[in-house]
């Protein structure tokens, strides 16, 4: 390590300065990267809208892999906001579905920068722009009112159903114990 003549502190210091140079380039390098993948491959789909100071808010894309899955896989779509950047303090608002081998796709993606009715319905509405068919028949999700308010209005025919996971977790929050023991094997 002596030889090599380039400590740990040069690399930190190499790192802030590309960092700095970067910073409140969000935007513009995001759409550069998005509109590159767009050459490559014309059916990368994408939106980006700032938010006035260099920075993307929201954004939303769909891959040709996905949006070509989601034609054979799209009938069911979990979609899930529980993941957050800290960086940007954004939701990360990944669309996912399940193929035939009973594997997890990624059908699209979004950030978002806040989890209202209006940012829902603006990724749902993208969400149509990019896949074939529509909308999903079925729609899974967390039990949130804003994301339910928006799948009335932007998927409109779409059943929605809320994720096992979140209504067994309230089990214990809104039953008595004694109340669901026994049928535990059966929920």
């Keep these: 390590m002596d030889k090599i003549g380039f400590i740990k502190k040069d690399t930190y210091n190499l790192e802030c300065s590309v960092n700095g140079k970067l910073r409140n380039h969000d935007v513009e390098l995001v759409t550069e990267y998005f509109?590159?993948?767009?050459?490559?491959?014309?059916?990368?789909?994408?939106?980006?809208?700032?938010?006035?100071?260099?920075?993307?808010?929201?954004?939303?894309?769909?891959?040709?892999?996905?949006?070509r899955a989601y034609g054979f896989y799209g009938d069911v779509v979990v979609f899930d906001t529980t993941f957050n950047t800290n960086r940007y303090d954004l939701t990360f608002a990944p669309m996912l579905g399940v193929n035939n081998h009973g594997q997890t796709i990624v059908l699209a993606c979004a950030f978002l920068s806040k989890e209202t009715t209006e940012s829902f319905v603006w990724m749902f509405e993208e969400f149509k722009k990019a896949?074939?068919?529509g909308e999903p028949r079925t729609i899974i999700t967390d039990q949130d009112a804003a994301m339910t308010r928006a799948i009335s209005i932007a998927f409109p025919t779409t059943f929605h159903r809320l994720c096992i996971w979140h209504i067994t977790s309230k089990f214990s929050v809104k039953l008595p114990h004694s109340a669901y023991k026994e049928y535990w094997r059966e929920f």
């Design 131 to 133: 896949m074939p068919g």
């Design 35 to 67: 509109m590159a993948e767009q050459k490559k491959n014309e059916a990368f789909y994408f939106k980006i809208e700032g938010d006035g100071h260099d920075r993307f808010s929201p954004c939303f894309w769909a891959d040709a892999t996905s949006r």
